[in-house]
């Protein structure tokens, strides 16, 4: 049933359970429709009163929507203020919303209103680490500029001492930071809300990161919004880490029971998602709120495309010395692989150009035509480019090729850290005669606005789908002006492979979030 809300009061209508919602809340009238002259339930639309009605199952909204005073650079889109909306009346929920419909804002928003109401003095960001300078800092400046933020980075000693004094609104720290200042943040006492950005990266259970979330999330006892639009990339059970995080009484306390609900074991090591997947996982991933991406009607297309190159001599013999033998020799060095996982891991690197030896060596094989191709479409785009490397020692190769050609290049991977990567980022974005972002997809596919390119270059594939749909992501964001193109570069089968199993990973994730559309049209 839905509350109709009217200069700062809440009507309910006609209720059967009339005594029993008077019990619910203390504060409401009754009083006489004057349209049918049946009893209707009134009562001042404060949060608290929201809050319970809407946990009683009621469609009501937030009394943000009427109160609120939007900030920012330009005016929210619809869904962003029903987004803010439903993160006020729900202290545990997700937001499973698209990439790039404005999670972030909507979150920031949310906030800035609960602290002017009294509700929130502070706010703990965790996020990961490439976006931590370039997307929260810079999107607080954006969209709530009266609000401090203070970035948890730096030494050791000097990331405690910010996590226990920094009297900044929004406390700002990737993922992994946590186990550094965990005790300085429980200890605060003035965190009350917690905000997951890319929170499927705590889908998995076992990892000590995920121990560590529950144990400060449980001992802070704040709000907990999780944020990310790709909570089940490989398969139904990445939402049971998820939905015990933000309602453990309507999820199984067991994974084992979990994935016999959503799964069909059909051999030894291999299971399958079973027909109705889709809907057990809405049920338990709940509160949640979900708008896809066409609810930004102006955004331009994307085309995605295909390309082969051909591979060198060189990288033939290796590859068919490993599809065949799992074993070969170049220059005394030995390529090993020791099972069928390392035997596909040696033919994408062979693909791509550089393999690793069994002591750790690199060999750098002639890449054959697949940097002449990349180039080709680094010269049509339409603006600037990025390339995503798997292979961390590939980027490197591919940053020097492109700059011996002419190209002004940025670069970042695992070994670009601090400054340095906030530095590259804000050339790529800034810098006119920097065209070309060469990137590993772990460490630049979350979060960033990268709208100053329309092409993105995939090197090689990757088997992560949610790294796969987060780095396709970065150029289509507000503001991108260019029709864009997502170019998949391959040489062999197993490449083509890797690439088709992420699509159908995310053609089995879309038919869970489609569920969540229906209920926010």
């Given at each position: 049933?839905?509350?109709?809300?009217?200069?700062?009061?809440?009507?309910?209508?006609?209720?059967?359970?009339?005594?029993?919602?008077?019990?619910?809340?203390?504060?409401?009238?009754?009083?006489?429709?004057?349209?049918?002259?049946?009893?209707?339930?009134?009562?001042?639309?404060?949060?608290?009163?929201?809050?319970?009605?809407?946990?009683?199952?009621?469609?009501?909204?937030?009394?943000?929507?009427?109160?609120?005073?939007?900030?920012?650079?330009?005016?929210?889109?619809?869904?962003?203020?029903?987004?803010?909306?439903?993160?006020?009346?729900?202290?545990?929920?997700?937001?499973?919303?698209?990439?790039?419909?404005?999670?972030?804002?909507?979150?920031?928003?949310?906030?800035?209103?609960l602290m002017r109401i009294g509700q929130v003095r502070k706010v703990l960001?965790?996020?990961?680490?490439?976006?931590?300078?370039?997307?929260?800092?810079?999107?607080?400046?954006?969209?709530?500029?009266?609000?401090?933020?203070?970035?948890?980075?730096?030494?050791?000693?000097?990331?405690?001492?910010?996590?226990?004094?920094?009297?900044?609104?929004?406390?700002?720290?990737?993922?992994?930071?946590?186990?550094?200042?965990?005790?300085?943040?429980?200890?605060?006492?003035?965190?009350?809300?917690?905000?997951?950005?890319?929170?499927?990266?705590?889908?998995?259970?076992?990892?000590?990161?995920?121990?560590?979330?529950?144990?400060?999330?449980?001992?802070?006892?704040?709000?907990?919004?999780?944020?990310?639009?790709?909570?089940?990339?490989?398969?139904?059970?990445?939402?049971?880490?998820?939905?015990?995080?933000?309602?453990?009484?309507?999820?199984?306390?067991?994974?084992?029971?979990?994935?016999?609900?959503?799964?069909?074991?059909?051999?030894?090591?291999?299971?399958?998602?079973?027909?109705?997947?889709?809907?057990?996982?809405?049920?338990?991933?709940?509160?949640?709120?979900?708008?896809?991406?066409?609810?930004?009607?102006?955004?331009?297309?994307?085309?995605?495309?295909?390309?082969?190159?051909?591979?060198?001599?060189?990288?033939?013999?290796?590859?068919?010395?490993?599809?065949?033998?799992?074993?070969?020799?170049?220059?005394?060095?030995?390529?090993?692989?020791?099972?069928?996982?390392?035997?596909?891991?040696?033919?994408?690197?062979?693909?791509?150009?550089?393999?690793?030896?069994?002591?750790?060596?690199?060999?750098?094989?002639?890449?054959?035509?697949?940097?002449?191709?990349?180039?080709?479409?680094?010269?049509?785009?339409?603006?600037?480019?990025?390339?995503?490397?798997?292979?961390r020692h590939v980027c490197d190769r591919v940053q020097a090729e492109l700059?011996?050609?002419?190209?002004?290049?940025?670069?970042?991977?695992?070994?670009?850290?601090?400054?340095?990567?906030?530095?590259?980022?804000?050339?790529?974005?800034?810098?006119?005669?920097?065209?070309?972002?060469?990137?590993?997809?772990?460490?630049?596919?979350?979060?960033?606005?990268?709208?100053?390119?329309?092409?993105?270059?995939?090197?090689?594939?990757?088997?992560?789908?949610?790294?796969?749909?987060?780095?396709?992501?970065?150029?289509?964001?507000?503001?991108?002006?260019?029709?864009?193109?997502?170019?998949?570069?391959?040489?062999?089968?197993?490449?083509?492979?890797?690439?088709?199993?992420?699509?159908?990973?995310?053609?089995?994730?879309?038919?869970?979030?489609?569920?969540?559309?229906?209920?926010?049209?």
């Amino acid at each position: 049933m839905r509350a109709a809300a009217h200069k700062g009061w809440l009507m309910l209508g006609e209720l059967d359970n009339l005594s029993q919602m008077l019990n619910i809340l203390p504060e409401a009238q009754v009083r006489v429709s004057p349209k049918t002259g049946g009893n209707v339930v009134v009562l001042p639309h404060t949060l608290t009163a929201a809050t319970r009605l809407s946990r009683a199952g009621f469609d009501v909204p937030s009394p943000m929507l009427d109160e609120y005073q939007w900030t920012g650079r330009h005016a929210p889109y619809a869904h962003q203020k029903v987004t803010s909306g439903f993160l006020t009346l729900n202290p545990k929920c997700a937001v499973l919303s698209d990439m790039a419909t404005g999670k972030t804002a909507s979150a920031m928003w949310a906030a800035d209103w609960l602290m002017r109401i009294g509700q929130v003095r502070k706010v703990l960001v965790l996020c990961p680490l490439s976006c931590v300078n370039r997307v929260w800092m810079d999107e607080l400046f954006k969209w709530v500029p009266h609000r401090s933020g203070q970035l948890l980075r730096g030494a050791r000693d000097r990331r405690k001492r910010l996590a226990k004094g920094s009297q900044a609104e929004f406390l700002i720290l990737n993922h992994d930071g946590l186990k550094v200042c965990a005790h300085e943040l429980v200890n605060r006492g003035d965190i009350d809300i917690v905000i997951a950005d890319e929170a499927d990266t705590y889908r998995n259970p076992d990892t000590a990161r995920y121990r560590l979330f529950v144990q400060v999330v449980t001992a802070l006892r704040a709000r907990l919004w999780l944020m990310t639009g790709t909570p089940t990339p490989n398969a139904p059970t990445d939402a049971w880490a998820l939905a015990r995080l933000i309602n453990p009484f309507n999820t199984p306390s067991g994974f084992n029971k979990f994935k016999n609900q959503t799964m069909f074991k059909v051999s030894q090591f291999k299971w399958v998602p079973k027909p109705d997947a889709h809907i057990i996982v809405r049920k338990v991933l709940q509160p949640a709120i979900r708008f896809p991406k066409n609810v930004l009607k102006d955004l331009p297309v994307t085309t995605y495309i295909e390309r082969e190159c051909a591979m060198s001599k060189e990288q033939m013999k290796h590859y068919e010395m490993i599809r065949k033998h799992l074993i070969s020799i170049d220059a005394g060095q030995v390529i090993n692989a020791l099972n069928a996982a390392g035997k596909m891991n040696k033919l994408m690197q062979i693909c791509q150009g550089s393999v690793y030896t069994e002591t750790g060596a690199v060999i750098d094989l002639p890449m054959g035509d697949r940097i002449d191709v990349t180039c080709e479409l680094i010269d049509a785009s339409l603006s600037k480019s990025i390339v995503f490397v798997p292979y961390r020692h590939v980027c490197d190769r591919v940053q020097a090729e492109l700059e011996r050609r002419g190209y002004g290049v940025a670069v970042v991977h695992g070994g670009v850290t601090g400054g340095k990567r906030d530095h590259a980022l804000q050339r790529f974005q800034l810098d006119d005669s920097t065209q070309v972002l060469v990137a590993h997809p772990r460490t630049a596919s979350h979060g960033l606005n990268l709208q100053c390119a329309s092409t993105t270059v995939w090197y090689g594939p990757t088997f992560s789908t949610g790294q796969w749909l987060q780095a396709n992501e970065r150029m289509s964001r507000t503001g991108q002006a260019h029709k864009m193109i997502i170019a998949k570069l391959a040489s062999m089968p197993v490449e083509r492979g890797a690439y088709d199993t992420v699509v159908i990973n995310d053609d089995r994730q879309s038919r869970i979030l489609k569920l969540y559309e229906e209920v926010f049209k």
